[in-house]
């Protein structure tokens, strides 16, 4: 009589092994899948926000570019408005040579053009130094974000 009991004790004491042993299989699968999900939903939200602030950088440059062009077309009316001012000035006041009216516009194209160049170099200049410290600091960005990524990994892992 008694064996039959010890039989009984060790087959529910079997039984209830195995369904530990399941519940933490399924449990260990579920805090795996919780894990997984979680890093996914991270991993898109950070992504989502990435695409986002390089939308909003892009149609920043694309307004800056918009406002410097229009601004450089008015800097270049202004200047040829002035050269022809200059020289319409000039041929209505007291006439002097050809030659020294020729000479003194040719002076002031040249004027006109070297600060116009000076000007353009100057904005072009600008841009390349901004986009290098833009690039720079996307670099920057990038190589935080995975050095944390990566010491949260190893984190993790040990």
């Known amino acids: 009589h008694n064996i039959e009991r010890m039989r009984y004790v060790m087959l529910s004491w079997r039984v209830n092994v195995r369904e530990q042993i399941s519940e933490r299989v399924q449990l260990d699968a579920a ?40 601004l450089n077309h008015s800097k270049l009316t202004r200047y040829f408005c002035r050269w022809r001012t200059e020289c319409l000035d000039r041929a209505t006041g007291e ?50 974000t995975l050095c944390g990524w990566k010491r949260a990994f190893v984190d993790k892992q040990q």
């Not at 194209?109 to 000007?119: C, D, G």
């Open 95 to 144: 006439e002097q040579s050809m030659k020294a009216d020729r000479h003194h516009s040719t002076k002031c194209l040249r004027k006109f053009m070297l600060s116009w160049k000076r000007h353009h170099v100057q904005c072009l200049h600008k841009q390349l130094q901004r986009h290098q410290a833009d690039w720079f600091h996307k670099q920057a960005l990038m190589e935080r």
């Open 31 to 70: 805090v795996s899948h919780h894990d997984q999900t979680l890093l996914s939903v991270v991993f898109y939200s950070w992504r989502d926000t990435a695409l986002l602030m390089a939308y909003k950088h892009q149609q920043q440059k694309d307004t800056l570019a918009d406002s410097r062009h229009s």
